[in-house]
């Protein structure tokens, strides 16, 4: 499945995901719980509690224990787990720090979930390259993150995903344009990212169980069940996907709202409502650890006239202070003086805390 050279213009997607997230992320900063069935979700409440698992440790899935179950199954499953609240900050920050390290790489980087991210890595020019370029990928998460991630290869997006998922955990699958096929036709349909539940049964009921009898059988089948779906099943059964990796932030903005509770045009009133939205950001991108660039501030007049003004600063901030002088600021310049029903404030252009300069992987670019 590997050691093959991609031909010039080959398109090279690596996919990332970060294994039993919220839990490796507790075992790192809890040693004494690493390698334990470790569930992270809602409280069991000894068996009686409401709500679901996010993820669990591994070891707690020998026990059958899966995302999405409710906590009181997990418990009846594996009552000796530990059982902890999610971190949401703290994942975050993790989340942050290691989408930081894939951006060092200096190729184009589509963050999709909180532990999960394409990069374009075509550059390479080679599956041997890419290869090793996710060789230290891993290594280098490993050693400045402190958990394991599962890593695909692939010539395209899909086949990617596919893959990373192949040999998890701390897996790592690469697979050629020519060895797409027969990677892809032994494994079960509902290894397709997007058929789940109601389309698997559905597919599966036509006597389609692998994606091999998906990517061969009559289109005519699939036309008659799915319609106008039915060239886009069988692409996806092909491993065809065109789609670009797309730079994107996980977290684009944190912003803050407030309605009067009577249209006002007291200037007391405004500012002591304005340092309000000033705290509230500025804890929440303290919580994230986040730095921002750009203030926004919107006026909703009465009668659901918005305007909205923006400032970026030359550098990133962090404390309240700045924020605050940019608000006044900004409001200074927007405020017509007419009476206000909602007041808006937004930090965009965020970074995180940690975000290191470094740069790591030049040899690849
Ligand atoms: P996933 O990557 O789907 O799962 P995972 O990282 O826990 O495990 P795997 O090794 O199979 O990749 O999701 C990432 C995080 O998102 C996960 O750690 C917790 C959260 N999550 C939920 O909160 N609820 C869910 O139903 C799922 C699937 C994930
Ligand atoms: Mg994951």
Redesign the pocket.
Known sequence: MDGQTGDAGQRIVLHA???????AVEMHDHPEIAGKAVV?GADPQGGAGRGVV??ASYEARAFGVR??MPISQAYRLCPGAVYLRPDMARYAAVSAEIMGIFKETGYRVQQV????AFLDISPVRSFDTARDLAVRLKQTIRDRVGITC?LGVAPSKIVAKIASGHQ??DGMTVVTPDSARDFLAPLPIRKIPGIGGKTGAQIEALGITTIGNLATCDIQVLVGAFGRSAGLLREAALGHDNSEVVERDGVKSISKETTFANDTEDPKEIAATMELLVREVAQAIADEALQFKTVTIRVRYAGFVSKTKARSLLHYHNDEAAIRAAAGELLRELWDGKPIRRLGLRLSTLRHQDSRQQTLFGSCR
């Open positions: 995901d970060m294994d039993c997230f919220y839990a992270v996010s993820t995302s999405a979930s909180i532990d999960e599962s998890k955990p």
